[in-house]
């Protein structure tokens, strides 16, 4: 039967909670899916971490995109909070610029700024009688050559940002200081968090303890153009100077980028894996994870709604099946149901073209990807030739746009997307009988 | 109305039928707040439609009006990250429209590749933004560029990617385009000749003499087969359906040998196709493709010409993905068996490159149209028809990439090389004719475009008889240029034939059928007579609406011919003195409880 007017205010209804919005803890949408997952609550184990570290710590979390890590970050805030933490949240992208290399000196001013702004949001106040863009004056002040507009700056907090972020000129003077005195910018700010931190336990006598969350970290990857210096950054960042990464008296959680694991497979990276849904040997299904993405729709559309828009389980399945474990994958292919609906409950042939309509988000591939994305599901593993920061970056890309996964039930693995596994496998099929027949050619002409 | 006019109305009707253009309405109906929509059309003539067809749609809902932000220069794309963080005075707009449509091979080399730098320094920027945006712009956000824009955000900006609300590929054909063959692999020649196709008649009659005998059973399947191509050749596929249905029951029960039964399935495959009945297509062309593939293997040609058909099928059914494996593979096998320049190939080129086509990697398509022409241009020399078959694809794909000037010498070239190898009068020189005055049309040489309808039509009519589907669609195309050329009293008998042809090749109930219902309901409701006109449009939608319901796939017409209805509804309703209420009254009895969704 045709869609009613009322059908459609149910389906607008359906289509705008169907956000990708992090989920602000306590929302009624949300499905423990990690927690129920083989290797446990990852925000568990980060609160654990801090529970066991008296002083401070220091812990790296990663996912990829629409992993759903904004969410989990919100649910340790909330976690800490309920355990009376103070949690103070900052996102590193007001701060720095994810296209241009960093250091380790530019980070750590950055996190102390990041710091003292999220104070002053929350607390409503600047603690200490100054905040850290002050004390950045005095050092800059003394240590770099600036003009009159440059020191103008620092009267203007906002501009000050900006100029350190996406400044040519400003910025490099500040990055050689830096440099140059690396001992020294750690010693300032490190002084700064301790006076902020008394200052803080002044207010707060019954707190358990600081935690700074510093996001989105992750998405420093550089352009096309600087890919390759901003990776290696990244990675000497994190190899040579991770030490220093270290606050004292207060608990940091990082997002790194994810690639990170795969050059440095020691590094201690708390990593969100895909929802498993199939087994690693045989690719047999996983009732647990699937069942956990069913309760993701559920959730999203209520009991009432799940049973009008699909009719029974079956259908919701089928995009379940293909949205790799993914939630941001599933609330597209969700979304595209709902805008494709022709009459309620959904009809196959409908669910059928949503999950083409997403299908082509992910094509089209060229030859060459396609064979190295077969090379993968064939394996279960990220296969690339070297640690180049272009292959490292080419398979971060296809890790962050779902074409590869990253998998977890006991040990870590990756495999292809379902929507696109039976393309590429039929690509390199093609290609490998080419490449016999080459073979034998060359072999009869010699 | 212009012709100029008509051709924008025809585009309008074109754009509403298009399944993604209705999921696109319908994102602007749900979505309230920050949505990042990519629009991927072929050339900017589809943008602009685009563009004014929503602002339409947006304004008769009462939404306002689209802000407009300029890309006509590289500078322009590079500034839109600057523009897009924390823009002001947006409430109450519905969105902001941002279009820049630069197909391949629109502009030289050098200005694409600006182009594409541009565009790439544009979405880091918006990446790195993209946060901020969703804050602070209160509506959607849309982009509306060529097809491989979608490869660049994707890679360039994989955060803003990933923050999609939809994807809409629009790419709204002129209805009547008859496109060029695909060459199926069955006749010998490169194209079927009817000449050559069995008698069915002559078969049906030496298969009458073999029924009841026992022990005959094989043979008999093999007659009724011939049967069946006949009547396929003459698209006369009921009567295909009924004898080739007997050779498979005959087949299966005497245990034929796979290929046979496979062979078969083929043909009666072919003609469910011919008939509307996909699934059953399906089923028998996959079937075929396991009985080649157990009885002969994986590599060989006749299991190449399964995956040729089972794709061709599930081309039409709009299942590219899946099709374009089972391409790939023919292809491959095709190059295996007869190596890289056979004219085998040049097909399987030419139905690998249509796919692609489909999908919009048109720049993929390109060169395989292009080795094709080029395969069958050395196997058989210029003047081949199979070099004319060839033409007509590359010429259609310049065409859908806006290089009129460069497609209009190959659909030229093609019906010389069909006029001189067939003669003036071949079915082959109709099809390059029609194809051409499609051409000519589209470039408003009306005058120009209406001789060859006229000579198709002709050609048709002699070649097939007056009662041909093809000649149904000749007057069709006619029809249409009478119409834009306001002579709509010659032009209502051809629709009417039309009509009247399909009834009888098709039954009552046939898609196109529904179309030729649509046509006609257009001009009666053109010429004032909407109480005609209303009854034509109703059963067109009960066809559609029945294809629909029948075959799991939403038929490509759907929704064009509901709009023509409801738009006649309207009218019919403030005629009669009813007013709008009172017409949407009459509609939402006649449709039952189906309501509007535009």
């Known amino acids: ?446 | 109305m212009s012709a100029l006019g008509e051709r924008e109305g025809a585009l309008r009707a074109a754009l509403a039928a298009e399944q993604d253009w209705q999921v696109l309405l319908r994102h602007f109906d749900f979505n309230e707040g920050f949505a990042f929509v990519l629009i991927l059309v072929e050339s900017a003539e589809n943008g602009a439609l685009c563009r004014e067809a929503l602002q339409d749609y947006l304004r008769e809902r009462g939404r306002g009006l689209l802000r407009i932000i300029a890309t006509n220069t590289t500078e322009d794309v590079q500034s839109l990250p600057y523009l897009l963080h924390k823009p002001k005075g947006l409430e109450g707009l519905p969105a902001i429209w941002i279009e820049s449509v630069i197909p391949e091979g629109s502009v030289s080399p050098e200005e694409f590749q600006e182009w594409r730098k541009a565009w790439r320094v544009c979405f880091a920027g918006l990446n790195r933004v993209r946060n901020t945006m969703q804050r602070t712009i209160p509506c959607a956000l849309v982009f509306v560029t060529a097809p491989w824009m979608q490869e660049l955000i994707r890679n360039i900006a994989p955060d803003f990617w990933s923050i999609r609300s939809t994807v809409a590929r629009i790419s709204p054909r002129l209805a009547g385009r008859e496109p060029a063959d695909l060459a199926e692999r069955v006749f010998s020649g490169p194209r079927s000749d009817p000449s050559l196709a069995p008698d069915p008649e002559f078969a049906e009659r030496e298969a009458d003499k073999l029924r009841g005998k026992p022990g005959q059973e094989l043979a008999l399947a093999r007659i009724l087969q011939r049967a069946g191509q006949g009547f396929l050749s003459r698209a006369e596929q009921k009567q295909a359906i009924r004898v080739l249905e007997e050779a498979q029951q005959l087949q299966v029960e005497a245990s034929a040998p796979p290929v046979d039964l496979a062979s078969t399935k083929t043909f009666l495959g072919r003609a469910f196709k011919m008939d509307g009945q996909w699934r059953q297509a399906e089923t028998c062309f996959r079937a075929a493709l396991e009985l080649d593939r157990s009885a002969l293997g994986e590599d060989h040609p006749a299991t190449a010409n399964d995956m040729n058909d089972l794709a061709g099928l599930l081309r039409a059914t709009n299942r590219l993905a899946e099709a374009e494996p089972l391409y790939r593979r023919a292809l491959a096998i095709g190059e295996k068996s007869y190596g890289p320049d056979h004219p085998t190939v040049a097909t399987d080129l030419n139905n690998l490159a249509g796919l692609l086509q489909d999908t919009n990697r048109l720049a993929e398509a390109e060169p395989l149209y292009r080795r094709a022409l080029a395969i069958d241009e050395k196997s058989y020399g210029p003047d081949h028809p199979s070099v004319a078959r060839d033409l007509n694809n590359l010429a259609g794909l310049l065409e859908a990439t806006n290089r009129l000037a460069e497609a209009e010498p190959l659909f030229r070239r093609a019906l010389e090389i069909d006029e001189k190898s067939h003669g003036p009068d071949h079915p082959a020189a109709a099809t390059d004719l029609n194809n051409l005055a499609v051409l000519l049309q589209a470039t408003n040489r009306l005058a120009e475009a209406e001789p060859l309808y006229r000579r198709a039509l002709a050609i048709d009519e002699s070649s097939y008889g007056p009662g041909h589907p093809s000649v149904a669609i000749r007057l069709n195309n006619l029809a249409g240029l009478l119409e834009a050329t306001n002579r709509l009293a010659e032009a209502e008998p051809l629709y009417r034939r039309a009509l009247e042809i399909d009834e009888k090749s098709y039954g009552p109930d046939h898609p196109s059928v529904a179309i030729r219902l649509n046509n006609l309901a257009g001009l009666l409701q053109d010429t004032n007579r909407l109480a005609e006109a209303e009854p034509f449009y109703r059963r067109a939608l009960a066809i559609l609406d029945a294809f629909t319901a029948k075959t799991g796939y939403s038929h490509p017409n759907l929704e064009t011919v509901r709009g023509n209805y409801r738009r006649c509804l309207e009218k019919l309703g403030r005629q009669r003195g009813k007013g709008l209420k009172g017409a949407l009254a009459s509609l939402k009895k006649i449709l039952g409880s189906e309501g509007s969704s535009d």
């Not at chain 1, 949503?354 to 593993?381: C, G, M, Q």
């Open chain 1, 1 to 446: 039967m045709p869609l009613t007017p009322e059908d459609n205010q149910f389906l607008k209804g359906l289509f705008q909670y169907l956000h990708e919005k992090p989920l602000e803890p306590g929302d009624p949408r949300y499905v423990p899916l990690y927690e129920s997952q083989p290797d446990g609550d990852p925000v568990g184990r980060l609160a654990r971490e801090i529970h066991y570290s008296e002083s401070d710590s220091r812990q790296f979390f990663s996912g990829f995109r629409g992993s759903g890590k904004s969410t989990q970050l919100l649910r340790l805030k909330k976690k800490l909070d309920e355990e009376g933490y103070r949690v103070y949240y900052a996102d590193a992208l007001e701060y720095l610029n994810p296209a241009l290399p960093i250091e380790i000196g530019q980070l750590l001013m950055l996190l102390a700024g990041a710091f003292s702004d999220a104070v002053q949001r929350e607390e409503g106040f600047s603690l200490a009688g100054e905040s850290y863009w002050t004390r950045l004056k005095n050092f800059a002040s003394a240590n770099v050559e600036l003009d009159s507009v440059e020191l103008g700056l620092f009267s203007d907090v906002a501009k000050l940002k900006l100029a350190i972020r996406d400044g040519d000129s400003f910025r490099q003077k500040l990055q050689k200081a830096l440099t140059l005195r690396p001992y020294e910018i750690d010693a300032q700010v490190k002084r700064f968090f301790e006076d902020y931190v008394k200052k803080l336990r002044e207010i707060h006598p019954g707190a358990a303890g600081i935690v700074f969350l510093f996001d989105n970290l992750e998405q420093l990857r550089g352009s096309l153009a600087s890919e390759r210096e901003v990776i290696g950054s990244v990675q000497t960042l994190f190899s040579t100077h991770i030490e220093r990464l270290a606050i004292p008296y207060v608990h940091v959680v990082y997002t790194v980028p994810p690639w990170l694991k795969l050059l440095m497979s020691a590094a201690p990276v708390e990593i969100l894996p895909s929802i498993t849904q199939w087994k690693k040997e045989d690719r047999s299904p996983v009732g647990k994870g699937n069942g956990c993405l069913r309760e993701v729709i559920e959730g999203r559309f209520g009991q009432e709604g799940f049973v009008r828009f699909f009719g029974d389980d079956a259908r919701a399945d089928e995009l379940v099946k293909v949205c790799g474990g993914n939630l941001r994958d599933l609330i597209q292919l969700l979304r595209q149901a709902i805008l494709r609906v022709g009459s309620l409950p959904i009809p196959e042939q409908d669910i059928q073209a949503s999950i083409r309509a997403v299908r082509n988000h992910f094509l089209p591939l060229s030859t060459k990807d396609a064979l190295w994305l077969a090379e993968i599901a064939e394996k279960r593993d990220a296969v690339y030739e070297d640690s180049d920061p272009e292959t490292i970056a080419r398979i971060s890309l296809y890790l962050d746009s779902h074409h590869v996964l990253f998998l977890r039930n006991g040990d870590d693995w990756y495999d292809v997307h379902p929507l696109i596994r039976e393309y590429v496998a039929e690509i390199a099929a093609g290609e490998a009988k080419k490449a016999e027949k080459r073979e034998a050619e060359k072999a009869s002409s010699e």
